[in-house]
């Protein structure tokens, strides 16, 4: 080769090598930026705008911590925001409020109201949809109440207690209750079977459900008297909710007739004896009607004075035996063997309802609270108050006194 021709063969390779470090600079230039583009290609969406920021997560409670004299029939409720909650745990000098959270896990919901003068911690774990773990303490404090603010609930019949099919369901108040409404839309009465039924106030103080006509035979029966917290009116609210189950035994049901001086004993729909007895003598008539077994007890004594009968018609028996009880103002079912020579043929009692020794102690034995005993054949008519009168009104009138009516 000659001299010439090995000079252009040097330009040549020299200008080679000078091309492809070119090449591969650039190159490195591309996938350093990672973002520019080819010449003449068309923008992607990766190239032309910039990622969409994570929205930060949320927690939210429905009381604001530090807050004092929270109302004590608050719910307290968690929510949150571009989150899913992980726990919710409350405490307080009262014990762990218990809560549920939501399936989808974007809020949490106590499952009970508030307590008085009670302070509270609130911790709750949340995952934030930006992965990050979101952690919150709250605290707060309820409002204090005075006994004079409270009132106390006490439910008949009592819990796991075999009652007649007459009985009704008795809720009682120390402290009276004006917002009745209120109240009566947190108690609740279920059986099985399912019997319709309504509530009775008789007074600001006291409550009474009955189902439309006597409970079943074996029915079990569920009260629910959730009214904690509940605003009862004038400053007052409703403290220490009630729950109870009880059952229904036989269905025993007696029927009195004063004309003919003769009750007829039921039990399921048969008859099982007829007494002879003796009800209230002129001045003193029994009331007929439907009256329901209060109280029994085996012997009593029976003071005419705590009655109000007084001077020649008085008396004052130490040992009456079997005696049951039908109204708070004096009648009852007893053993009377000093007048079983009128019983099947006169009256001649205060108004109680007197039989043998012997056929007491039977019907004392069947007998429950809440049996029924169904008087005819007298003009004094049996009253709703006076005792479990609940049974002498219609359904449709007893309804009425509902405060959801």
């Known amino acids: ?42 923008p992607t969406d990766a190239t032309s705008s910039s990622a969409a920021p994570v929205a930060k997560p949320k927690v939210s409670l429905n009381v604001e911590s530090g807050t004092a ?22 405490t307080s000098t009262e014990g762990a409020l218990a809560g549920t959270m939501a399936g989808n896990g974007l809020s949490w919901k106590a499952d009970s109201r508030l307590e008085p ?7 709750t774990v949340a995952q934030g949809t930006n ?10 404090t309820t409002q204090d109440l005075t006994l004079d603010e409270q009132t106390y609930p006490s439910v008949a019949p009592l819990a796991g207690e075999t009652v007649g099919v007459g009985m009704p369901v008795i809720v009682t108040f120390d402290l009276p209750v004006t917002e009745r409404a209120s109240f009566e ?41 959730d009214v904690n917290s509940i605003p009862a009116g004038h400053g007052i609210y ?42 209230g003598k002129a001045g003193f008539t029994t009331r007929s009607g439907t009256k329901v077994i209060i109280e029994k007890f085996d012997s009593k004594r029976m003071n005419s004075e705590t009655v ?16 049951m009880r039908l109204t708070y103002s004096g009648e009852f079912i007893h053993a009377a063997p000093w007048s079983v020579g009128s019983q099947g043929y006169a009256n001649v009692s205060h108004g109680c309802t007197g039989m043998s020794t012997d056929n007491a102690a039977w019907l004392y034995a069947m007998s429950r609270r809440g049996d029924v005993v169904e008087y005819t054949g007298t003009d004094r008519p049996m009253t709703l108050d006076n005792g479990y009168g609940d049974w002498n009104e219609s359904f449709a009138q007893y309804a009425q006194a509902s405060a959801l009516s």
């Not at 090449?23 to 080819?38: H, R, V």
């Not at 025993?252 to 009800?279: C, E, W």
């Not at 009968?309 to 040992?319: F, H, K, Q, V």
Request: include cysteine.
């Open 1 to 42: 080769m000659s001299e010439s021709r090995q000079r252009r063969h040097g330009r040549r390779a020299i200008a080679g090598a000078a091309a492809l470090v070119a090449i591969a600079a650039l190159g490195l230039t591309a996938c350093d930026t990672n973002d520019a583009p080819l010449v003449g290609s068309e």
């Open 69 to 90: 004299d929270v109302s004590v029939d608050t719910t307290l409720a968690v929510t949150v925001a571009n989150a899913e909650l992980e726990s919710v745990d409350v």
């Open 117 to 123: 003068g009670t302070s509270y911690v609130v911790k």
């Open 131 to 140: 992965g990050k773990q979101v952690r919150r303490t709250s605290k707060f």
């Open 185 to 225: 839309k947190h108690m609740s009465v279920t059986s099985t079977p399912r019997q319709p039924g309504a509530w009775h106030w008789l007074s600001d103080t006291e409550a009474h459900w009955r189902p439309k006509t006597y409970w079943k035979a074996g029915t079990d029966v569920h009260v629910d008297v």
């Open 238 to 279: 409703g403290q220490e909710s009630r729950q109870l189950d009880f059952e229904v035994g036989d269905a025993h049901i007696y029927k009195v007739d004063a004309q003919t001086h003769q009750m007829k004993v039921f039990s399921n729909g048969s008859l099982l004896r007829t007494i002879p007895i003796t009800t």
């Open 308 to 323: 109000g009968i007084t001077g020649a018609e008085a008396y004052d028996l130490d040992n009456v035996q079997w005696a």
